[in-house]
Structure formats: C-alpha cells, structure tokens
C-alpha cells in the first residue's frame, strides 16, 4: 500500500476514518496526473468531533509536563528523519516540486521539530515587583487549549509543523486542515509521525475537507482559541474576521510581493545567483518569492544580460529529474491563469525578454520588463515561474518602488557595502529583509510574519510562545491589604 492510500483518511481521536461527506477530493500528481488518493471529505459532524476530542485530551497533556512533551518532539524527529527518503518521494509526488526543493523542506521541518522539543522546557513563570507592601505577583505562562492550523499547499509539511510542533510542545491540541492539494504531506502523514511517536489520542486530528462542505464551522466552532493560517490574503482577510468576532486569536501568514533590490554597487554575479532562486524556486509558488527584481540604472543593462541568461537556461520538466529546475504548477486552474496574465501583460505594451511556454501544468520561465509603474501586475503576487525586472534611479526611488505594494513579507537588497544594506532594509515596509540573499529564508528562532496585507502576528522562536501560550496573573498577599471602605 502506497502512503498515499494508507493516510487517504480523516484522524479523530487517534483513529483513522472516512470522511462522512457525500463527495471525495482528489489528491493528483501535478506533472503526470496520476490519481494519488481519494478521500472523502470531513463534515460538520467531524469538526466538532474533533474539536472535543482536542478539547478532552489537551488537560492531561498539559498537566504532562515540559520533559514529557519533550520526548514525544524528539521521537517525531528521529522518525522524521528515519523516513526522510520516503517523505522526499511523496511530497515530490504530491506537489510537484524539485527533489532538492522537497529535501530542503524536510531539512528545515527536522530543524523546527528540533527547536519544539527545546521549546517545550523553555518558558518561565516569573516573579514581578509590586508597589504594594507585602504582595507576590506570578506572572504564568499557560497553553491556550485548542490551536487550529490551516496549512497551504507549497510548503505543507513545513508550515504546518511550525504551529503544529510548538502548540503541541507548549501543551496544547492542535486539529488541522491541510490544504486539498497537499492533504497528505500536509496532513495525514504528520499525524502518523506524531502517532507513531507516542502522542495521545486526541492531541492531533487531521481534518480534510473544503468550505464548500463545511462553510465557517472550523473558525466558528467553540472550541479554539487561537486559529493559525498560512495562504492568500483574500482567505485570510476572512479567517481574520469571523475569528475577531468571536475574540479567537489568530496568526495569519499572507500573500507576498517581494522585492529583490539590485543596488549600483552590488555583485551582480551572485546577485544574479540570488534573483534567480527566489524567483524561481518551486515555480515561484512562495509567498516570500522575488515578483520583482528591481536593478539601478547603472548596472542595469548587464544585470539583465547575466540574469535573462540563466533564465533561458533553466529546464523544465520532470520534477524526479536530477536536472530539472522547475516542475509542474500545482493545478491546471493556476497554470491556465498565469500564462493569462502574462498574455495580458504583453498586450498591455510590457517587453518578454524571456517567454516561456506552457505544456499542460508545466510552464517555462518568463521575464517580463517595460510595465508601467501603475501596472496592476507589479503590485500583486504572481505565483509561478514570472520575473519582473523593473529598472530605478538611486536608492530613495528604490525604497519607493519596493515599498508600492499591499504587501510586506520578504525582501532582500544586495550591495557590497554591508552597513547601506542595512540601512536601506529598514526603510522597506516589510516583516522579513535579507541583506546580500534570497528574500526567500526561514529559520527556527527568527520572527517569521509579514507587514500591512501580508498578515499578522510571528511564528518561530519566541514570537512561537508568544502564539500559543496565554499569561496569567496569580497575586499573593503576605498580610493584609488596606481597602478605603
């Protein structure tokens, strides 16, 4: 039995089960369309089940303790990185990325397991002074209860396991809804690791389903109190506000339109390096991908030589391929989309340096210059395998046409000159700027999260505590307090 046939189920309180909705989401191999899994969606009914299965569990997993939790993180990364090949494989499979691409996530989903498992013995209650004479204030960290993670398909195991991992660690439930196009590697297989690991019925549930078939019931459902989304902002403007009504918390990663900023002084060899991956790593479907690689009028002409170079040489194809670059999009819809917009782009007088066809879900790189600056195009994310080469004069117009965009989650500036990158990252109105890099990083300590439409909130590290955990404010009076009547 494939991984695919054997996780094709939703996981209630420790059980694997069929979805009891009346119609079934089918999991497809991007490149080949090859059928994957059918897996019949979870209803209503299922949500609730899993939301007090979550709700039951969580008290006893709390009252576990730190060290406890600890051990249940540290058998999911030896698992983890037992089955590494085999995880490599499906989520080649399942979305279409490279083999480097999937290897890289499964690296950094082992390194946030591993900072979980530290995460579980770190927070500290503390003391705090009072102004009143004999009083004790403690100042506890505590579990919110019930996490709900709501994961997207291009880095499912990933972005999932970083809500997951350190809810989980800090003692709470977690029930997830993995992406319909990623319900495997973002689902079901995270709950065999954990399951095979020894955590609790109850503490994790995968529900599969769309809104089609159960409309808001995940963010409206009673039981959680902090909601963490990974998608596009128009979902996410949603997930934001039905949670406020109801006051749940929530940490919201949105869409992206980052800039790569080429300054006169840069390496354009290894900022050509750069550029080209994060455009073009996984088809550019990353939130955090470089949509626009904007270079100085000065080093403009040659930048563009060497980077529409490499473009040209980039292969598509085959995602097991050892040589290919770039794989399938993720769905016909997206792949139809994107060639759409770039039709668009060219009647609308924009210049394709580079013009890349499209073979079914596969489509080759394009390189697009000339827009005018109040093209819709360079305002937007564009999630494929589409580079914006927009040319400037002098850092503040740089600084402006980075910063005009709804968004603001990545970014990165190259120049030899350290200190001025410095400087000139904090002038981008975005969450995340990597000076001399690709705007695309994450790292298990670092506040991951983005600025204006690109969400809200942090994960990774601290800000991961911070997420998931509540403060409660217990005083002691030693003696007795004075009251005016």
Known sequence: MSIFEDLAYQYIDGEWLAGTGSWDIIDVNPYNGEKLAAITVATVEQVDLAYRAAERAQPAWAAAGPYARREVLERALRITEEREKEIVEAMIDELGGTRPKAEYEVHLAKEFLREAARTAVSPEDRIIASPVTGKENRIQRL???VVAVISPFNFPLLVTLKSVAPALALGNAVVIKPNQNAPVTGGGLIARIFEDAGLP???????????AEIGDALLTHPVPRVISFAGSDRVGRHVGA????????TVLEL??????????????????DAAVFSRFVYQGQVCMAANRILVDRSVAE?????FTARVRALRTGDPHEPGTHIGPLINSFQADALTALVDRAVEAGATALVRGTTRGNLVEPTVLTGLPEDSPLLGQEIFGPVALLVVFD????????????????????????????????QRVHTGMMHV????????????????KDSGLGRLNGEAAVEAFTTQKWISVQRGRSEFPF
Not at 397 to 411: D, H, I, K, M, Q
């Open 201 to 211: 019925a109850g503490l994790l549930n995968v529900l599969v389903t769309d809104i």
């Open 436 to 451: 001399n890099d690709s705007t695309i990083g994450d790292e298990p300590l670092a506040a991951f999260g983005g600025e």
């Open 242 to 249: 039905v949670a406020a009504r109801q006051f749940k918390r």
């Open 394 to 425: 002098g850092e503040d117009e740089a600084v402006r046409l980075a910063n005009a965009t709804p968004y603001g989650l990545s970014g990165a500036v190259h120049t030899r000159d350290v200190e001025r990158g410095v400087r000139f990252a």
């Open 143 to 145: 579990p919110v209860g």
């Open 302 to 306: 040659e930048f563009t030589e060497k």
């Open 255 to 272: 869409s992206g339109n980052s800039a790569l900023v080429v300054l006169d002084d840069a390496d354009l060899d290894y900022a050509v």
